[in-house]
T-cell receptor, first 110, second 114 residues
Framework: GQQVMQIPQYQHVQEGEDFTTYCNSSTTLSNIQWYKQRPGGHPVFLIQLVKSGEVKKQKRLTFQFGEAKKNSSLHITATQTTDVGTYFCAGRGSQGNLIFGKGTKLSVKP | NAGVTQTPKFQVLKTGQSMTLQCAQDMNHEYMSWYRQDPGMGLRLIHYSVGAGITDQGEVPNGYNVSRSTTEDFPLRLLSAAPSQTSVYFC?????????????FGPGTRLLVL
């Protein structure tokens, strides 16, 4: 079945360093969503990308959707301790449901 | 609006016991779904519903039943709990076109099966 792969699984950074997580699909995606889950919390929607090559920014977060619509990335500039959590990408599966990647757990050392 | 609510927050069961995890939303969302989250496995879809009276299986449906008698409620039933069902369960809802719409997640239910 369709899979959404996400790397890395873990990332430890010093506060102020940049962070990037990558999402890859075995098939073309119609859209991709990104979620953030704080420790002990629930996933919270961040953004949705729909167009090939689309780039969206939210303050220090930059989201990209690949030209072939098979990959996406989330880049955080100058991480802060408030960025700690697990970041998930999710793409549309063949049944029309969201298929989630396994997530990238980010820890930030002050 | 309360958003998506789930009860209970925590539950301990013995193998073979049954229970129902409750999920309710007050946003008039048509699409509702249940996920389980295990370490290193991400979020896996158990069952989903596109509207009252309509349910379908997700990626990992075995051992779980659902029903959708109203737009607001989408309970998840464990008929005979097994240790493999120890997990964190999240309910989510959205407007129509589930995968295209923002998913709103509940706070989760942490289940331990002994």
């Amino acid at each position: 079945g369709q899979q959404v792969m996400q790397i890395p699984q873990y990332q430890h950074v010093q506060e102020g360093e940049d962070f990037t997580t990558y999402c890859n699909s075995s098939t073309t995606l119609s859209n991709i969503q990104w979620y953030k889950q704080r420790p002990g919390g629930h996933p919270v929607f961040l953004i949705q990308l729909v167009k090939s090559g689309e780039v969206k920014k939210q303050k220090r977060l930059t989201f990209q959707f690949g030209e072939a619509k098979k990959n996406s990335s989330l880049h955080i500039t100058a991480t802060q301790t408030t960025d700690v959590g697990t970041y998930f990408c999710a793409g549309r599966g063949s049944q029309g449901n969201l298929i989630f990647g396994k997530g990238t757990k980010l820890s930030v050392k002050p | 609006n309360a958003g998506v609510t789930q009860t209970p927050k925590f539950q301990v069961l013995k193998t073979g016991q049954s229970m129902t995890l409750q999920c309710a939303q007050d946003m008039n969302h048509e699409y509702m779904s249940w996920y389980r989250q295990d370490p290193g496995m991400g979020l896996r879809l158990i069952h989903y519903s596109v509207g009252a009276g309509i349910t379908d299986q997700g990626e990992v449906p075995n051992g779980y039943n659902v029903s959708r008698s109203t737009t607001e409620d989408f309970p998840l039933r464990l008929l005979s709990a097994a240790p493999s069902q120890t997990s964190v369960y999240f309910c989510a809802s959205s407007y129509t076109g589930g995968a295209y719409q923002t998913q709103y997640f509940g706070p989760g239910t942490r289940l331990l099966v002994l």
